[in-house]
Nanobody, 134 residues
Framework: QVQLVESGGGSVQAGGSLRLSCAAS????????MGWFRQVPGKEREGVAG???????????YYADSVKGRFTISQRNADYTVTLQMNSLKSEDTAMYYC????????????????????????WGQGTQVTVSS
C-alpha cells in the first residue's frame, strides 16, 4: 500500500524560509513522480513542483511559474524522500501543502512530472499547513 507522509511546514514571516519533506513508501515502480501541491479554502488545488524519482531520469524537475526561483524540490539521498525548500516566502504562499505521487512517470510537453496535470497524481498525503505573515 502506497503511503506518503509529510513533515515540516508551520508559520513564518514574509521573506523567510521553510522546508517541507515527504516520505514515500509502498511503491514498486523503478521510477515515479513526486510532487507538491497547495490549496487555499475556496480555491482549486495548485501544482507547485514535481520531480522524477528512481533509477532512470531521476532528478528531472518541474516548477509552477509562481514559485520558480524561490522554491526548490529535491530528492534526499537514495531514499524515497523529497524535500521542498521554500525561500523568499510571500503571504500568497499561505496554503495547505500536499505531497502526491504516481508511477510510472509521464512525459508531456517537454517535461516530466508536470504538476499542472494534477490528474496524473494518484496518491496523496494528508497535507501540512504553511502560513506566511506579512
Amino acid at each position: 500500500q502506497v503511503q506518503l507522509v509529510e513533515s515540516g511546514g508551520g508559520s513564518v514571516q514574509a521573506g523567510g524560509s521553510l522546508r517541507l519533506s515527504c516520505a514515500a513508501s509502498g511503491y514498486t515502480y523503478s521510477s515515479y513522480c513526486m510532487g507538491w501541491f497547495r490549496q487555499v479554502p475556496g480555491k482549486e488545488r495548485e501544482g507547485v513542483a514535481g520531480i522524477r524519482i528512481g533509477s532512470a531520469g531521476s532528478g528531472r524537475t518541474y516548477y509552477a511559474d509562481s514559485v520558480k526561483g524561490r522554491f526548490t524540490i529535491s530528492q534526499r539521498n537514495a531514499d524515497y524522500t523529497v524535500t521542498l525548500q521554500m525561500n523568499s516566502l510571500k503571504s500568497e504562499d499561505t496554503a495547505m501543502y500536499y505531497c502526491a505521487a504516481y508511477g510510472p512517470p509521464v512525459w508531456v510537453g517537454g517535461s516530466w512530472c508536470r504538476t499542472d496535470l494534477t490528474y496524473n497524481y494518484k496518491d496523496w498525503g494528508q497535507g501540512t499547513q504553511v502560513t506566511v505573515s506579512s
